[in-house]
């Protein structure tokens, strides 16, 4: 209509992969409806975005990006730092953290410069509720997770279940939810409890939140927050389905891995459908030798194939070699076999390819939408964050996964290192590879 022509939305995501890649495509869905959108995030990260708009544009979408500084001085981190990627040590995410409320003054002048009629801001910049107020226009919440997730965790606070066990081992039972869930104290999380209490506050003055999942996949989950909690959502996944061309999908967070394009969609058109295992822990996780060892044996002795996306401490450095840190001769021996890409790969273009029969993830929200888009069905490693609730969600709901039964919770800043070792990567390997096989039997 004439007036959707003229809305004017602001999008300014945190600067992580797992929350800028699904506010983009916000963004670009709600121009390819007619809508004006302005997407903001520091200058090193607004390359990963500009191919991507500048065809946009061409195609008369109604898109632009403008940018803010980084307060790399004030916060103490170095002027190279551009995303929660790099973060390495806890010292370096307290100081990411710092950074959250820091740019209140820019975005203030942004919204004085522009006028929008709305702004969709990131759950970790609590203050933006406040600010578009005071230009009299609406805030939406972008939490980037599920709605069961947000029940489940609405729960917890609300019923405080995790008091009554008498270990972080011991299950409770999640009171006053759709499904029967079990949790335990121990994949809780451990931020001040202030911490999040503000972030509630915040969304509860907004106009609501938007979420990158859809009724269908939740329908009870929907419902319950909707109705029962009697907040305002609206369900507008999975919005990596904005991602219609190859070149849409390519350009998801990294461009210049062109050349680790042609090398996975090369090998994997010469595997069978179905076939190969695809491994990934998002963003943001690095692994330690050891763990990354353990995957390796087990996935060796699993003897399928594989598209594994390896990131260490090092491996933001160009020319880290995947043989300094995986076992002596794994290289040698899987040659032809599998596929050691290092830090990043074009995840939905892998997800998307009929070789690709299983993902082995981490559980982060974006990695499970797009499994569940592609019809692949999942190996749950869980790590931090709400990835513990996403796991249970996945096996338990969905039922479209198994777990490769990690118990242990992670610091998402240090090095990972579970209690995951070799059979049972390799168990969970065969289990799910061998179970898709059996079925595509069945279906002939
Ligand atoms: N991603 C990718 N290539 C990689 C790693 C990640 O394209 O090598 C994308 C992935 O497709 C997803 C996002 O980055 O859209 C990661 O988000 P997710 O919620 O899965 O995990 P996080 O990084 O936030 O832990």
Redesign the pocket.
């Known amino acids: 209509t004439e007036q959707q022509q003229n809305l004017h939305i602001f999008f300014f995501p945190l600067m992580?992969?797992?929350?800028m890649?699904?506010m983009f495509d916000i963004a670009r869905l709600f121009a390819t409806h007619g809508a004006k959108s302005t997407f903001i995030t520091t200058p090193p990260n607004a390359p990963l975005f500009s191919t991507k708009i500048d065809r946009d544009r061409s195609l008369g979408l109604d898109i632009q990006i403008q940018t803010i500084d980084f307060p790399h001085s004030q916060v103490g981190l170095p002027e190279s730092f551009s995303s929660s990627k790099s973060i390495t040590s806890p010292e370096m995410a307290e100081k990411f953290v710092k950074a959250f409320a820091l740019f209140t003054n820019d975005l203030e002048r942004l919204l004085q410069l522009h006028r929008p009629h709305c702004l969709v801001a990131d759950m970790f910049f609590p203050w933006a509720t406040d600010l578009a107020s005071r230009f009299g226009i609406p805030r939406l919440v972008f939490h980037?997770t599920s709605l069961f997730y947000l029940c489940v965790d609405h729960s917890i606070r609300a019923h405080q279940p995790h008091r009554h066990v008498s270990s972080d081992a011991e299950p409770f039972v999640v009171p006053d939810v759709p499904d029967r869930i079990e949790l335990t104290r121990g994949v809780l999380g451990d931020d001040p409890e202030e911490f999040w209490e503000e972030i509630r506050e915040s969304e509860a003055k907004s106009l609501g939140i938007l979420a990158n999942t859809f009724y269908e996949l939740e329908p009870n989950y929907v419902d319950h927050y909707k109705n029962k909690l009697g907040k305002k959502a609206w369900e507008i996944g999975p919005v990596?389905l904005c991602n219609r061309s190859v070149n849409d999908k390519l350009q998801?967070?990294?461009n210049q891995h062109h050349h680790q394009y042609h090398r996975c969609l090369s090998w994997l058109d010469s595997q069978k459908p179905n076939s190969v295992l695809y491994i990934?822990?998002?963003?943001?996780?690095h692994f330690s030798r050891a763990q990354l060892g353990e995957i390796a044996m087990g996935l060796e002795a699993s003897r399928v194939p594989f598209i594994w996306?390896v990131r260490t401490t090092s491996s933001s450095e160009v020319d880290t070699n995947a043989d300094d840190f995986l076992p002596n001769g794994f290289r040698e021996r899987n040659e032809g076999k599998g596929l050691v890409?290092i830090?990043?790969?074009?995840?939905?273009l892998i997800l998307d390819h009929e070789a690709v029969g299983g993902f082995l993830?981490?559980c982060?929200?974006?990695?499970?939408m797009?499994s569940v888009c592609a019809g692949v069905p999942m190996i749950t490693w869980p790590l931090y964050?709400e990835q513990f609730y996403n796991e249970k969600f996945v096996n338990e709901v969905l039922r479209i996964g198994v777990r490769v039964g990690n118990e242990d919770w992670c610091s998402w800043t240090d090095e990972i290192n579970t209690s995951v070792k070799r059979d049972k990567v390799e168990r969970a390997v065969v289990g799910l590879m061998r179970e898709e096989e059996e079925k595509k039997k069945w279906r002939g």
């Not at 830090?343 to 939905?348: E, H, I, R, S, T």
């Open positions: 992580a992969h797992g929350h890649l699904p980037g990596s998801r967070g990294e990934s822990f998002g963003s943001e996780s996306v890409i830090d990043w790969a074009p995840q939905v993830t981490h982060g929200w974006n990695s499970v797009e964050a």
